[in-house]
């Protein structure tokens, strides 16, 4: 076998540069290779820095460092396809960097970057080239930009392209695009929206809520608006709200046809599709807030076109209350004006449309200020208050609503009552429908907080329907009633009435019932009863230290709960019975005279001489007094026969003459008499006046009220009760006082029940502690006065005692103390000791040896116990 030969090596040039494979790890090596005149070099220094800056922002930053934007500039439009491509791809993910695009902005790469977006370009570049465009358009400069270089058609003619990252990458640049003004009006021009509404069609949301969001933008364009329609863009998106699975791009659509329907020509169309139907469904029963929002406003916009008919502003009515769940949805309301719009239809012709603008306003307003301020500006409480009168009760229900919602503003509560909002809140009180009575007694309590609104209350008639809706078996109403009550009983003269048509036994009797009771209930009850201290007294039996008796103050007794308290007048046409008196405290005479400065004698004579002037004789005129005849002269001695006819004939003219003047003058007498008793039966009652406790205010104030102690004042009060009410007794000797005959002769001098306090000489426990009250009261003295059991009843104070010599510099809480008005005068006990015990309640009594409690022992063994 021969030896084999040598292939022989060909032989390079001398001058060329044999072959060299590169591996680079740094970054920055890669970077300096975009400088290569080598296309192979460039291809793959730009497929590297792709891959490296899509890995995350800070690649991106590295390669902002090392100056690779400018680079990858350049080669965006290589002739090499490969070297355009990576390139472009680079620059497109380093164009989702903030701080690069700061770097971009001031590069001229924007036409370079248009131009991949030519039809004939590969899709890779088509997609990178857009997410360029896309990341560039969010800065403002940098949209002027793209649509000065023309990159908006070219972005529109992508919208059709059948890759979907081209088109998301396309739409969301054109949406960012059309917030400026100059390219909304281009997109219209260059027929961009329809293939905008095209995308809906597609398979991929987030190009449907591009796509949304873009028709958002342009229908504030009004050329836009008209556009859409033209092409049934109305159609599409009236076909996604039919879509449930596409709920969450309703909110969306609903936004771009509530824009369009600004266009009177958009409405028609839109109510001649049915649309509005949608909308209402839309309203009612989406759960998304944006959703029912966009609805909303797309009613209320149709019902602002004029040429629209009652059914859609009725259904937008309907809308605004239904979305007013939302206090956002309120918010939107008054910015756009709805409030505006609705208030004009509170007085159509259309009772549906007057419904359901009051129910509107009652949504708008409740519990939102600034809403009942525009209904207030808007000039609709003078309506609202008329729809009080409506016989259809949703009407009334509604417009009480929003009336007391408005209400609930002093300045436009004025506005409501000058209305006569509380005459005409008087006959939905008696409606036989627990909605209206409900929603009245709601409106009387927000109108009733004031002197004036109460006092039109009382004079229109509206407590005693009032007080009748606390005998209702509806919990809603009866509980109103009670609020409209408390209100209404914050002045003496509501409360009287009140307590005149029974309302403080009706709630009474609610406050015993488990079931109908409520917070109200009760509360009004004590309001009743602190304006009317003498109702308080007659149920409680006390009087605390801020209850202060007044002129007109009368004491019936101990009354149970449940009984009616008669009102002082009633009381005055009984007739004298064996019961207990009634007290009375009145200082004040009914014709306003005032006697302050005159002395207890001045007093009591012009007190009797105005009683006798009140009091005139039954008769004018005594029917006994003869009348006046006048006296016959002699008769003339006439001779002749005619002369003596002719005297005679004159007697008897004189005769009929006196008779005729005596019937005129019975006549006369019996008018007058009848003139007198019609007066006084005509005249209204006066509550008898007190002169001699009159007297005693006077004599109180000069000479008690000076002193420089509380103590001493208290002291000397309390003997000079005692000196007016018969003296001290002791305690052995009470039974011995016979003040019950002084009692009896005082109502038969007076021929009533009811006696003035400052007729009593002889007075025991319950009166003496009335009368200090009473007198304690006009002079500052603070004090309690507490009923007992068996005619007792006592004053309570509260004094601070002596500090000792340890406690000095200490706070010390006041002691209260037991008035002895009756035993040891002026005496002050505490209220834990014995004696105390002794004068509150015989059954407390400690005092075995004590003849007064073995006295009223042995009466209590033979008649009450029996």
Not at 474 to 499: F, H, M, S
Not at 528 to 546: E, I, P, Q, R
Not at 746 to 751: D, G
Request: proline residues 4%.
């Amino acid at each position: 076998m021969g030896k084999k030969q040598k292939k022989e090596v060909e032989a390079f040039p001398k001058d060329a540069f044999n072959s060299l494979i590169i591996e680079s790890k740094n970054v920055q090596t890669v970077v300096l290779m975009l400088d290569s005149p080598e296309d192979e070099i460039l291809l793959k220094a730009c497929e590297a820095i792709y891959k490296f800056a899509e890995k995350g922002d800070e690649n991106k930053m590295a390669l902002l460092a090392l100056g690779a934007v400018p680079k990858l500039a350049k080669l965006i439009s290589h002739d090499d396809k490969q070297i355009h491509m990576y390139a472009t791809m680079g620059f497109g993910v380093m164009a989702t960097n903030s701080e690069v695009r700061k770097s971009m902005r001031q590069l001229d790469f924007l036409p370079s970057i248009i131009a991949c977006l030519a039809p004939d370009d590969d899709v890779v570049v088509h997609e990178l080239a857009t997410l360029c465009l896309s990341s560039m358009s969010i800065d403002f400069t940098s949209k002027v930009e793209i649509y000065e270089k023309g990159g908006l058609g070219p972005l529109i003619q992508l919208l059709s392209s059948p890759d979907p990252d081209v088109q998301k990458n396309s739409i969301e640049c054109i949406s960012n695009l059309v917030k400026d003004y100059m390219c909304r009006v281009a997109l219209n021009k260059m027929n961009g929206i329809f293939p905008v509404l095209n995308l809906l069609n597609s398979e991929y949301p987030v190009i449907q809520q591009l796509a949304l969001q873009t028709l958002i933008t342009v229908s504030n364009d009004a050329g836009s608006r008209k556009t859409l329609f033209q092409n049934e863009g109305h159609e599409s998106l009236l076909q996604v709200l039919d879509s449930p699975e596409l709920s969450d791009l309703h909110a969306d659509a609903l936004h771009v046809l509530a824009n369009c329907l600004e266009e009177a020509q958009n409405v028609t169309i839109i109510r001649e599709s049915g649309a509005l139907e949608k909308f209402l469904l839309f309203v009612a029963t989406s759960s998304f807030p944006e959703a029912q929002r966009h609805a909303t406003n797309a009613i209320a916009r149709s019902a602002r076109n004029r040429i629209n008919n009652d059914a859609v502003k009725i259904a937008a009515c309907e809308a605004v209350s239904v979305m007013c769940s939302s206090e956002s949805s309120k918010e939107t309301f008054r910015t756009e004006e709805a409030i505006v719009q609705i208030v004009p239809l509170l007085t159509s012709d259309n009772v549906e449309m007057r419904e359901a603008a009051a129910l509107a306003l009652a949504n708008l307003t409740t519990a939102n200020s600034s809403n009942a301020s525009a209904v207030f500006d808007a000039e609709g409480v003078e309506p609202l208050v008329k729809l009080l009168t409506e016989p259809v009760d949703g009407i009334v229900v509604n417009a009480a609503a929003t009336i007391t919602n408005l209400a609930l503003q002093e300045p436009i509560r004025a506005s409501i009552q000058n209305c006569g909002a509380m005459t005409a809140i008087v006959e939905p009180l008696k409606s036989p429908n627990t909605l209206v009575q409900s929603k009245a007694a709601l409106l009387v309590a927000s109108l009733a907080c004031d002197v004036n609104g109460r006092t039109e209350l009382r004079n229109v008639g509206g407590l005693e329907p009032l007080v009748e809706l606390l005998h209702s078996n509806n919990d809603e109403v009866r509980r109103n009633a009670c609020w409209a009550i408390l209100v209404c009983g914050k002045d003496e003269p509501t409360t009287a009435e009140l307590c005149k048509l029974g309302a403080l036994e009706i709630l009474q009797e609610i406050n015993q019932s488990s079931s109908h009771k409520n917070n109200f209930s009760d509360a009004a009850v004590k309001r009743l009863l602190d304006h009317n201290a003498a109702l308080k007294y007659s149920l409680t039996g006390y009087l605390s230290f801020n209850d202060i008796i007044t002129d007109g103050f009368y004491d019936p007794g101990w009354i149970k709960p449940g009984m009616k308290v008669l009102p002082l007048e009633e009381l005055s046409n009984q007739e004298v019975n064996q019961h207990r008196p009634i007290l009375l405290i009145n200082a004040k005479r009914a014709d306003g005279h005032q006697m302050a400065g005159l002395s207890t004698e001045e007093k009591l004579t012009e007190a009797s001489s105005a009683a006798s002037n009140r009091f005139p004789s039954s008769k004018a005129y005594s029917k006994d007094k003869p009348s006046s005849v006048p006296t016959l002269a002699p008769a003339l001695d006439v001779r002749k026969e005619d002369c003596a006819g002719t005297a005679a004939s004159k007697e008897q003219e004189n005769r009929r003459r006196s008779r005729g003047k005596k019937e005129e003058e019975k006549v006369k007498e019996e008018q007058s008499q009848s003139k007198i008793e019609e007066e006084e039966r005509n005249k209204p009652w006066e509550c008898p006046y007190d002169v001699l406790f009159d007297a005693y205010l006077s004599e109180v104030t000069r000479n008690i009220l000076p002193l420089l102690s509380i103590r001493e004042q208290i002291v000397a009060l309390a003997t000079f009760v005692s000196e007016k009410m018969g003296g001290p007794n002791h305690k052995e000797k009470l039974h011995e006082f016979n003040w019950e005959l002084h009692i009896a002769d005082l109502k038969f001098e007076l021929k009533s029940n009811i006696i003035p306090i400052g007729k009593i000489q002889k007075g025991v426990y319950y009166h003496r502690a009335l009368l200090f009250k009473a007198l304690a009261d006009r002079i500052g003295i603070s004090c309690s006065l507490v009923r007992g059991e068996y005619n007792r009843a006592w004053n309570e104070v509260m004094l601070v005692d002596q500090p000792t010599q340890d406690v000095i510099g200490l706070f010390i809480p006041p002691t209260k103390y037991i008035v002895d008005l009756m035993h040891q005068v002026g005496n002050l006990m505490r209220t834990d000791s014995p004696d105390a015990a002794h004068y509150e309640n015989y059954s407390s009594c400690k005092h075995t040896t004590c003849k007064c409690c073995k006295q009223l022992s042995w009466y209590l063994d033979h008649f009450e116990n029996k």
